[in-house]
């Protein structure tokens, strides 16, 4: 089966732009998650969707970042305007089963996202 | 979740067994052992978790103590490409809300050839 695909792979954007970054999780899991790494730092978490409901966004850390996820299939994470702390990489994950239960977490390859 | 204390970075040489200390010494009984490691450049990827039995499969061992404060990652053969950031992440297996994994700083492994 396909894994975690996320796009673009690489962002180069000036502070004050707008950038969307796209997830697809792997067919047929309802769970997906937003992570990221700035630099220097851990792996952390951003929210968690359940299907099109987001489950948990206490990660998200200001009101520029913006995540849906339409009809349960694919999540995109707005950032609206990009400031330069929010250079990183942003993982996505995705998982089967319903919230209530923990199930292995796939990861996506990533996207780093340059803010100038 | 319990916190996890990792030493820093590792060496191992290429072909030896490769053994990842991990401490957890506040973990609760229905609490999980999970690992997952990061290659340079990739996302992260699972490795194998258990509770309080030893745990196999094809990428790896998981040897928890018996008071479960402590547990070690073993990769029997190590290659080049077991290269990587190895997190050991403690958590319950049922929680409804936050099922989000905790990342630590991990281990850095780096095989020799």
């Known amino acids: 089966e396909a894994g975690v695909t996320q796009f673009p792979s690489h962002s180069v954007i000036e502070k004050g732009q707008t950038v969307t970054l796209r997830c697809d999780p792997i067919?047929?899991?309802?769970?997906l998650y937003w992570y990221r790494r700035v630099m220097g730092k851990e792996i952390k978490f951003l929210l968690h969707?359940?299907?099109?409901?987001?489950?948990?966004e206490s990660g998200m850390p200001n009101n520029r970042f913006l995540a849906e996820r339409t009809g349960g299939t694919y999540s995109t994470l707005k950032v609206q305007p990009a400031e330069l702390e929010d250079s990183g990489v942003y993982f996505c994950?995705?998982?089967?089963?319903?919230?209530?239960?923990?199930?292995?977490?796939?990861f996506g390859p990533g996207t780093r996202l340059t803010v100038t | 979740d319990a916190k996890t204390t990792q030493p820093p970075s590792m060496d191992c040489a290429e072909g030896r067994a490769a053994n990842l200390p991990c401490n957890h010494s506040?973990?609760?009984?229905?609490?999980?052992v999970y690992w997952y490691r990061q290659i340079h450049s990739q996302g992260p990827q699972y490795i194998i978790h258990?509770?309080?039995n030893n745990e196999t499969n094809e990428m790896a061992s998981l040897i928890i103590t018996e008071d479960r404060k402590s547990s070690t990652l073993i990769l029997p053969h190590a290659t080049l490409r077991d290269t990587a950031v190895y997190y050991c992440?403690?958590?319950?297996?049922?929680?409804?809300?936050?099922?989000?994994?905790?990342f630590g700083t991990g281990t850095r492994l780096t095989v020799i050839p």
């Open positions: 994950a995705s998982s089967r089963g319903l919230a209530g239960g923990y199930y292995e977490q796939y």
């Open positions: 067919s047929g899991h309802d769970n």
């Open positions: 969707f359940v299907k099109e409901s987001k489950q948990d």
């Open positions: 506040t973990i609760s009984g229905n609490e999980y």
């Open positions: 258990g509770l309080k």
């Open positions: 992440i403690v958590r319950y297996p049922l929680r409804t809300g936050a099922n989000n994994l905790f």
